[in-house]
């Protein structure tokens, strides 16, 4: 059952004392296009932004230009050449406009190094362990690897990832050799080459359609659901996908899991995905631009203020430590 608490629940007071902080500073939200404003991650972020006193501007990669040395932002006929902010979040992944505008801002959030790292699953895969989860088995290959090889290492089913992929788009199940040369088209019609690369895993059986969803913060685990697939026979629990989502409690498990992939990460708001295990739970993933609907909606958090106020913080943080050394 989702909470009808209102998101602005727990935060009133730290609202308060942020807005007074925080006044003045402005930053820009880097997203594939300008006008997603709409779009409710965007939408909130920017709302407990301006209740802080925060000017938090939309800038649309796809909308840039990189000219001259400068960032432009092209309107139409009009064009503008965007100046330096105290900050930048991150909610976009690729591309040298993108870490371009991180250069126009004195911190940015996600700090760009770990952010262009761990998008990648493989690299995921690669780094992150703690002794509270189990690690999947798994193989990085393309559509042309070995069917057979693949099913003695990893059993059948298996899972196939695209490695930057986001919403379950680039998700499969592996049942039969045809299976992966089906790999190069997706369900929408996109063509991918032979060569593109995919992380193969072994199927999570007590997962299957369900898994659960950390929202962690410098470490700490702020807020946890479960995602649960309405499609019948879907194994993957998008909330894009539709997945219905409940509030879970914050177990120990789940925080020594938090601050071992923030030790090793050093990712300031990221979410967490694992799956169900009979002993442990498993690892699925963690996302370095987590969408915050789902989260908000089961939890009753305001995890968009949460975000807000630790930027607030660390440049009043940074403003007082400036201070005490004049």
């Not at 976009?92 to 505008?101: N, P, R, S, V």
Request: aromatic share 8%.
């Amino acid at each position: 059952m989702m909470t009808s608490r209102p998101f602005w629940h727990h935060n009133t007071e730290t609202a308060r004392t942020s807005e007074r902080k925080a006044g003045g500073m402005k930053g820009y939200l880097i997203e594939k296009y300008s006008n997603m404003g709409a779009a409710y991650t965007c939408r909130r972020l920017i709302e407990e932004a301006a209740k802080r006193g925060i000017l938090l501007e939309l800038i649309g990669v796809h909308d840039c230009v990189l000219k001259d040395g400068a960032v432009y932002l092209v309107r139409g006929r009009d064009e503008r050449i965007l100046k330096p902010v105290d900050f930048i979040i991150n909610r976009f992944k690729t591309g040298l406009i993108k870490d371009a505008i991180n250069l126009l801002g004195q911190r940015s959030y996600n700090p760009l190094k770990p952010f262009s790292i761990y998008i990648n699953k493989y690299e995921q895969i690669k780094h992150l362990a703690s002794p509270a989860m189990i690690m999947p088995r798994s193989i990085l290959g393309d559509s042309g690897t070995s069917f057979d090889s693949l099913r003695r290492q990893l059993g059948l089913p298996f899972v196939a990832k695209g490695l930057e992929s986001s919403m379950g788009r680039e998700v499969r199940l592996i049942r039969k050799a045809g299976d992966m040369a089906d790999l190069c088209h997706s369900p929408d019609g996109k063509f991918y080459p032979e060569n593109k690369e995919w992380l193969f895993q072994e199927f999570i059986h007590d997962s299957s359609g369900r898994d659960m969803r950390l929202f962690c913060i410098r470490g700490r685990i702020v807020s946890a659901m479960e995602r649960v697939s309405l499609r019948e026979g879907d194994f993957r629990a998008n909330v894009a996908l539709g997945a219905s989502v409940r509030p879970i409690p914050v177990t120990e498990t789940f925080r020594s899991i938090g601050w071992d992939i923030y030790k090793e990460t050093g990712l300031d708001f990221m979410g967490i995905d694992l799956l169900y295990g009979k002993e442990k739970p498993y690892f699925c993933e963690i996302n370095v631009m987590p969408g915050i609907e789902g989260m908000e909606m089961a939890s009753g958090l305001n995890l968009a203020g949460c975000i807000m106020d630790r930027i607030a913080d660390d440049f009043q943080n940074n403003k007082e430590e400036a201070g005490e050394l004049s």
